[in-house]
């Protein structure tokens, strides 16, 4: 995103145009997202009262995925001096993400429930 994403634009430009119709052709899916401002605004939240979502602890980030995702395409980022050229190395780090990792990611998501609601909601090792 070039702009701010405000809870208004998360709605327009992510949750109505991607999430809602994927979730509609997935009966029985239930949506997480994290409690980023833009998450929990009024719009966003009126606009996913129509589908399940997994509440988020309000202080563990262990179930955010894509946290770690972020982390590994970080680590590899080369130094751009644009944002063209950022662009274009972010897309080329995505398109190239193993996917054994997003997979392990996926399958290690019953062990990190566990271990959040063993820690009371706070940190655990993940």
Known sequence: MRETLT???YVEDILRPHVGPFLNGLPGAIFQQDNARPH???VAQ???HH???????A???????????GDQLRRQMP?????????????????????????CL?????????ACIAAGGGPTRY
């Open 40 to 42: 929990t605004a009024r």
């Open 106 to 114: 996926i399958t290690s998501i019953p062990d990190r429930v566990a």
């Open 79 to 103: 130094s751009c001096h644009s944002v063209h050229d950022l662009e274009l190395a972010v897309q080329d780090l995505w398109a190239h993400l193993p996917q054994d990792n997003i997979r």
């Open 7 to 9: 809870g208004q634009r």
């Open 59 to 69: 202080r563990s980030p262990d179930f955010s995925l894509v946290e770690h995702v």
């Open 46 to 48: 009126d606009f996913l």
């Open 51 to 57: 589908f399940q979502t997994f509440p988020w602890p």
